[in-house]
């Protein structure tokens, strides 16, 4: 029963380069099947006819789509591929008396599109049974008439088409009257009541008669009708339509009572037997509802509105009837003639909204799908995308349109669009309707975070306290959501080997940088950081921003005085030479402050002397100076208190004592013998001198010689001493470190002064050589002989020094031709003795 033509599916590929795919593909399926189906019943399976796959049918959304809008009659099992009956489908309805009944359909897949052209041929089902106008047909006739005498009967109208219409009529078996059937020139099948034994009114005035009519369906279906005949006297003739056929075209936009025409028919008798009434004789139901006539004058008018799309031709058959119940009939026909009354409907198919923002050009946002409900040129439709947004419409297949991307999307800068299509067809006038739709564009990960500044750098005092913030990071990432979150972290890296991480921490929400530690400008002045900032995307971005930390310096430490010792306790005291002009030079202070710049600018005052206006001292330089020549009355001994200040804010001081005499020989002090007495090689001489003499006197006289010898020789020393100033190493401070840059006494000034004042050295000292082993392994300490030589000139002093590094009994001078003898004795003494440490 099932007539499937396949026409093989035509698949045709066109790339551009701004269309991803345009793809058309077209396959027409048809299937017959008949009218009236339960609703569910299967109509054929349009997967397998078209070689779909019938497991994507769902993810390409497939669905059946109707022409113009129209009811949809079936709908497609995306599970199966069965094209199933959605809706009651009464062909009659559809097609009212066309001999084929088709409806279309179209098969729409998504993904790429395609659309399949479904053709569904409706069979006509004998479900209709042939009816008459009426009930009861009136038939008045003359008893004259003759045998054979024909009268044209109602004909019976039977929705069905073909064999399933009328085929034949039946008569209730009777004395008088037989029917003869005859077919129209249209198709339809008509009887006549044919007179077959004269009537006799006074034996019988009145006849009921029942007329079927009968289909030809199987099982055929019929209809009856009572014929009522009165015999009469007399005799007429039948009315006649002055046309056999009227044609009539109307606009579809005809207004209601609009007259279509007027039919008219002419009875040749006179009077009450030229009264002519007409009716319809055939007419489907829908023209019934549309048409109206009236029945004197013949008039036919419009009630209801007409619509070329849903019905464009209507074929009505008028009978026109004298009083007698004689008829005759004619045919009207009315085409209606489309007006453009439709705008075109703009369907939105489907759309991917929110479009991600990396989406390529030409990327399909959505399928739109225009639909006019006129014909020809009034449903011809243009689409088109109004504004300046990256966006076009690419037709696709028939009235379909693509919208798709022509432009990169960038959500930063617009993060939604209003796109209005516009739609027109080319009616005239055109008639168009616009559509918005509203597409959001969704964010993708694709900006690092980027620092306000291309790098920071934070001042921090030293002395901070841990915990206290040094500067703020700032980073922006125009991001959505986590996609723009920003978190901060160091790059881990090592500061002067250490982690930086304990130096600073960051906080990972604010950017804000926190030290973790105090600092010491005098052990670090500046580090770098490098803060990251990454986003919580996935994948994430980051970036990264150097920060230099610089570290303040404060006032922090005070002067340190490296000569004279500032305990006070030392025995340095300076030689006064009493011949000592003004402005010679007498001593020199020398003091250091590790701090830096001003804090580190040391000034030196006096605060007390015993004879005031004696002695000065250089604010800046710290030498102490003669103000005047020394005379006799000038006391021997002379106290000098100085303090060594710094520039800092507060600044920060300490004090020192210098002690003078004015001497040319130390012998002339005893009470200063004894101070210079000290240190363990004096003891150790003394336990010698004693050991000597109790171990044996044999030596005696040779240690006595010792003896003397040494006190000449010190003598001899004191003798040379010219006041030149000694300066200990041990003096030095421990780890003491130069500050590089920013000193006013230059640093090598202060280490050079030292050693080069030592040179004329006293007989006791433990002088060691001016070399690093004296020196703070420290290697920014800096240290150069031509700063010894600029310092030459002044003390004079500065050339062979005599630092050799002597130790303990050695230190003693004697005789070296005595040593040999000496030798054994001091071995056993070092033994006896441990030496003293
Ligand atoms: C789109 O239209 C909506 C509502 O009509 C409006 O709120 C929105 O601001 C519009 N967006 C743009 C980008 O014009
Ligand atoms: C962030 O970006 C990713 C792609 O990089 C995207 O998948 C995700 O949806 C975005 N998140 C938000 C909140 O927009
Ligand atoms: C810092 O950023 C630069 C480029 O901006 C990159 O080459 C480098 O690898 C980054 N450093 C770290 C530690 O991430």
Same mark, same amino acid.
């Given at each position: ?12 590929? !066109? ?24 609703? $569910?019943?299967?109509?054929? #399976? ?18 059946? =789509? ?107 078996? &009777? ?25 006799? @009114? ?20 019929? !209809? ?32 209601? &009572? ?12 006179? !009077?009450?037997? $030229? ?17 109206? +006539? ?11 509105? +007409? ?139 694709? #900006? ?35 996609? $723009? ?49 990454? %986003? ?7 970036? &990264? ?11 922090? &430490? ?36 590790? %701090? ?13 002397? *015993? ?16 103000? @005047? ?16 200040? %710094? ?7 300490? *004090? ?143 050339? =062979? ?6 130790? $303990? ?9 005595? +040593? ?18």
């Amino acid at each position: 029963m099932e007539d499937k033509r396949y026409s093989a599916a035509a698949l045709t590929l !066109g790339f551009c380069l701004f269309v991803v795919a345009a793809r058309s593909a077209f396959g027409d399926v048809s299937y017959s099947f008949p009218e009236e189906m339960k609703r $569910g019943s299967v109509i054929g #399976n349009v997967a397998k006819d078209l070689g779909l796959d019938v497991n994507r049918l769902s993810a390409r959304k497939a669905r059946i =789509d109707t022409e113009g809008n129209r009811k949809r009659y079936c709908d497609i099992n995306v599970n199966t591929g069965e094209l199933t009956v959605a809706e009651r489908i009464d062909r009659e309805e559809i097609c009212s008396d066309a001999v084929s009944c088709v409806l279309h359909c179209e098969l729409v897949l998504e993904g790429p599109l395609v659309l399949h052209r479904i053709t569904l041929n409706i069979d006509d089902v004998n479900d209709n049974f042939p009816s008459f106008q009426r009930d009861v047909i009136k038939i008045e006739l003359s008893e004259s008439v003759v045998k054979g005498t024909r009268f044209r009967l109602d004909e019976a109208h039977d929705a069905d088409i073909g064999i399933n219409t009328v085929q034949n009529y039946h008569l209730q078996r &009777n004395e008088y009257f037989i029917v003869s059937v005859h077919s129209n020139t249209d198709g339809g099948v008509y009887c006549e009541l044919v007179l077959d034994k004269e009537l006799d @009114r006074e034996q019988q005035q009145e006849l009921t008669l029942t007329l079927t009519a009968v289909d030809g369906g199987t099982p055929p279906r019929s !209809g009856t009708v009572v014929i009522h005949v009165t015999v009469l006297d007399a005799n007429d003739n039948a009315p006649v339509f002055s046309q056999s056929v009227y044609k009539v075209s109307l606009p579809e936009n005809s207004p209601l &009572n609009t007259v279509v025409l007027t039919v008219s028919a002419t009875d040749a008798d006179e !009077g009450a037997n $030229g009264e002519i009434t007409y009716d319809f004789s055939r007419i489907s139901d829908k023209a019934r509802s549309i048409f109206s +006539l009236d029945h004197k004058t013949g008039r036919v008018k419009i009630i209801k509105s +007409l619509d070329y799309e849903e019905d464009s031709k209507f074929e009505i058959r008028i009978q026109a009837m004298d009083s007698f119940g004689l008829k005759s009939d004619t045919k009207l026909s009315v085409s209606v003639t489309d007006v453009n009354d439709n705008a075109p409907v703009i369907i939105m198919k489907s759309i991917h909204s929110p479009i991600p923002e990396d989406a390529l050009i030409g990327a399909e946002v959505g399928i739109i799908n225009v639909q006019d409900r006129d014909s020809e040129k009034n449903g011809q439709v243009h689409c088109s995308v109004q504004q300046s947004v990256p966006f076009k419409l690419v037709p696709s297949i028939k009235n379909y349109y693509s919208l798709v991307t022509t432009g990169e999307l960038d959500r930063e800068l617009v993060s939604d669009y209003n796109i209005t299509i516009t739609a027109s067809d080319e009616g005239s006038p055109p008639l168009s309707s616009s559509k918005t739709l509203h597409l959001s564009v969704a964010d993708v990960n694709d #900006n690092p975070p980027v620092f306000e500044e291309q790098s920071y750098s934070a001042h921090v005092k030293e002395n901070n306290k841990a915990g206290s913030s040094v500067c703020r990071v700032a980073a922006r990432d125009p991001d959505w959501r986590q996609n $723009g979150t920003v978190v901060y972290s160091l790059s881990p890296s090592d500061v002067s080997g250490a982690p930086v991480s304990s130096f600073v921490s960051i906080n990972g929400d604010t950017g804000v940088l926190h030290a973790v530690r105090s600092f010491d400008y005098e052990q670090l002045k500046s580090f770098k950081v490098l803060v990251l900032a990454r %986003d919580n995307g996935s994948p994430p971005l980051s970036s &990264n921003v150097s920060v230099s930390v610089w570290i303040g310096d404060e006032n922090d &430490n005070s002067p340190q005085i490296l000569y004279p010792s500032p305990e006070g306790h030392s025995f340095m005291t300076e030689m006064v030479p009493k011949a000592a002009q003004s402005g010679s030079l007498v001593s020199k202070v020398i003091a250091v402050d590790a %701090d830096s710049g001003q804090n580190a600018w040391l000034s030196y005052h006096m605060v007390k002397a *015993t004879e005031p206006g004696l002695f000065t001292i250089g604010e800046h330089s710290g030498e102490i100076r003669t103000q @005047r020549d020394i005379s006799e009355s000038d006391h021997m001994k002379q106290n000098l208190v100085l303090s060594v200040r %710094d520039n800092g804010q507060p600044s920060l001081s300490v *004090t020192c004592t210098v002690y003078l005499l004015i001497s040319d020989n130390l012998a002339e002090l005893p009470e200063l013998k004894d101070m210079s007495y000290e240190e363990s090689s004096s003891k150790l001489t003394f336990y010698l001198i004693i050991a000597l003499v109790s171990v044996s006197t044999f030596f005696l006289t040779f240690i006595i010689i010792v003896l003397a010898v040494r006190f000449c020789h010190r003598r001899k020393s004191r003798l040379l001493f010219d006041g030149a100033v000694a300066i200990p190493s041990a003096y030095l401070p421990p780890n003491y470190a130069e500050v590089e840059g920013a000193g006013t006494l230059r640093s090598s000034y202060n280490y050079d002064a030292y050693l080069t004042t030592g040179s004329r050295t006293s007989d006791f000292k433990f002088i060691t050589s001016y070399s690093d082993r004296t020196l703070p392994a420290d290697p920014t300490l800096k240290k150069t002989h031509a700063s010894v030589e600029d310092l030459e000139g002044f003390d004079g002093a500065g050339n =062979d020094s005599q630092f050799a590094g002597v130790h $303990g009994f050695t230190t003693l001078f004697i005789p070296p031709c005595l +040593l040999p003898l000496i030798y054994p004795f001091i071995q056993i003494i070092n033994e006896v003795i441990p030496e003293k440490e």
